[in-house]
């Protein structure tokens, strides 16, 4: 049963165009959301959270949205960099319930066009 | 963010023997660690939440008996994989809870083959 979906496998994007990347998940509990970046053979890397309260949060380049309703979520980055190319996983928990684990969605390879 | 280190990186072993990763938590004391492993194109799945000082909670459907973790300081836990077989080889990776219990930070990862 996964709780946490990234749809989108894979996603090319032109350097400097806006690269919006999804997730939906199932779960009514999970109140806290994540976005990790990936390279390969090494650990995930923290880019950016919203808690439930907000629909929305901004650091630099990177925005996340969150629509509670929908249970949706996404990612933009603009302007999207080569350096950006990577794999991207969301990820949940319910952490107003005392539950900290994360359950992952299986993640978008990201790939940025020169 | 906290400094997580996990060692070692890479690790190749015959079937039957036993490997132990270790995760540090470098920069402040950590009560709990999770391990996670992803198989290839794979989402990233939970094994167990290492506690400090007692025993680790384990996600349904891992063996306890197999992925033996020990948590005997804040600041150090280990996985260690018993009687290793090839369908045991994967990318475990261990996080930590930052201190303001927001974001989780990730060691490295170890890629383990069993051979």
């Known amino acids: 049963d996964q709780q946490v979906k990234q749809n989108s496998p894979s996603l090319s994007v032109q350097e400097g165009r806006i690269s919006i990347l999804n997730c939906d998940y199932t779960n009514s509990m999970f109140d806290y959301f994540l976005w990790y970046k990936k390279y390969p053979a090494e650990g995930p890397t923290f880019l950016i959270s919203i808690s439930s309260i907000k629909d929305k949060n901004e650091d630099g380049r990177f925005t996340v949205f969150l629509n509670k309703s929908a249970k949706h979520l996404s990612l933009h980055i603009v302007p999207s960099q080569p350096g950006d190319s990577a794999v991207y996983f969301c990820?949940?928990?319910?952490?107003?319930?005392?539950?900290?684990?994360?359950?992952f969605g299986t993640g978008t390879r990201l790939t940025i066009i020169p | 963010g906290a400094v997580v280190s996990q060692h070692p990186s890479r690790v190749i072993c015959k079937s039957g023997t036993s490997v132990k990763i270790e995760c540090r938590s470098l920069?402040?004391?950590?009560?709990?660690m999770f391990w996670y492993r992803q198989f290839p194109k794979q989402s990233l799945m939970l094994m167990a939440t290492?506690?400090?000082?007692?025993?680790?909670?384990?996600e349904q459907g891992v063996e306890k008996d197999k992925f033996l973790i020990n948590h005997a300081s804040l600041t150090l836990s280990t996985l260690t994989v018993t009687s290793a077989h090839p369908e045991d080889s994967s990318f475990y990776i261990c996080?930590?809870?930052?201190?303001?219990?927001?974001?989780?930070?990730f060691g490295q990862g170890t890629r383990l083959t069993v051979v």
């Open positions: 990820a949940a928990s319910a952490k107003g319930f005392g539950n900290e684990k994360l359950t």
């Open positions: 920069d402040f004391q950590a009560t709990t």
């Open positions: 996080s930590v809870q930052g201190r303001l219990n927001t974001e989780a930070f």
């Open positions: 290492s506690n400090e000082g007692s025993k680790a909670t384990y």
